[in-house]
């Protein structure tokens, strides 16, 4: 119940519920009209609570169990608290890389009558930063059949370890030796892996000559 002068009726102004809205006209000098109107006044969605439940994630990683609770309407999630940068409509997951820092995303819903959530929540999502994986090799280049070593120099704490040399074999080990013994230009890619189960990957050439390259 109440009255306003206004040419605009405004949701807050009546409250939510069903409501019988009377416009009244009064025109000079005592002419008058009217007209009824039901209407009814719908509350906006809770907001929805977000949770991931394969946290945290590593460095430039897919972002792909997120979801929210929702009360039945539609799910938005955006990248920035000004909800320009819609990420994702729907529920419950998408796909994003997860960069190198911690992750924030704003989670919003819309009702199926269209009305939206006053707020929003903010979920912040953890990344942890990946390893570095680093290696030497001596020789790194000379005469087949040439015996290389591989020196580990990959950080932090990284624990698993998986060589290929270029296709002619592989290793687990942490400082492998390979013999190559056909000439050729050698492609030895490392991938070293944390016990978060972060991985980095390198790589390094090595080549190998013929004997009678020289002459």
């Keep these: 119940t109440g009255t306003t002068s206004n040419d605009t009726l405004y949701p807050g102004f009546t409250g939510i519920g069903p409501h019988n809205i009377i416009y009244t006209?009064?025109?000079?000098?005592?002419?008058?009209?009217?007209?009824?109107?039901?209407?009814?006044?719908?509350?906006?969605?809770?907001?929805?609570?977000?949770?991931?439940?394969?946290?945290?994630y590593c460095a430039f990683s897919n972002i792909d169990s997120v979801v929210a609770n929702d009360a039945g309407g539609f799910i938005t999630w955006y990248s920035n608290s000004a909800l320009t940068d819609t990420l994702y409509y729907g529920n419950p997951v998408f796909d994003i890389s997860a960069g190198t820092d911690s992750f924030d995303v704003w989670v919003t819903e819309t009702s199926l009558l269209g009305c939206e959530s006053n707020s929003t929540y903010l979920l912040t999502i953890p990344v942890i930063p990946n390893p570095e994986a680093?290696?030497?090799?001596?020789?790194?280049?000379?005469?087949?059949?040439?015996?290389?070593?591989?020196?580990?120099?990959?950080?932090?704490?990284?624990?698993?370890?998986?060589?290929?040399?270029?296709?002619?074999?592989?290793?687990?080990?942490?400082?492998p030796t390979f013999i190559f013994n056909q000439p050729g230009t050698y492609e030895i890619m490392l991938i070293a892996v944390d016990a978060n189960g972060c991985a980095d990957t390198t790589k390094a050439t090595v080549i190998v000559n013929r004997e009678d390259s020289l002459i």
């Design 25 to 56: 006209l009064t025109l000079p000098p005592s002419c008058s009209g009217k007209d009824t109107l039901k209407i009814n006044i719908y509350p906006n969605p809770a907001v929805p609570t977000a949770f991931t439940s394969d946290t945290p």
């Design 134 to 175: 680093s290696f030497t090799a001596n020789p790194i280049e000379g005469f087949a059949p040439l015996n290389v070593s591989f020196s580990n120099t990959s950080l932090p704490d990284t624990n698993s370890f998986t060589w290929d040399f270029a296709g002619v074999g592989t290793s687990s080990s942490n400082n």
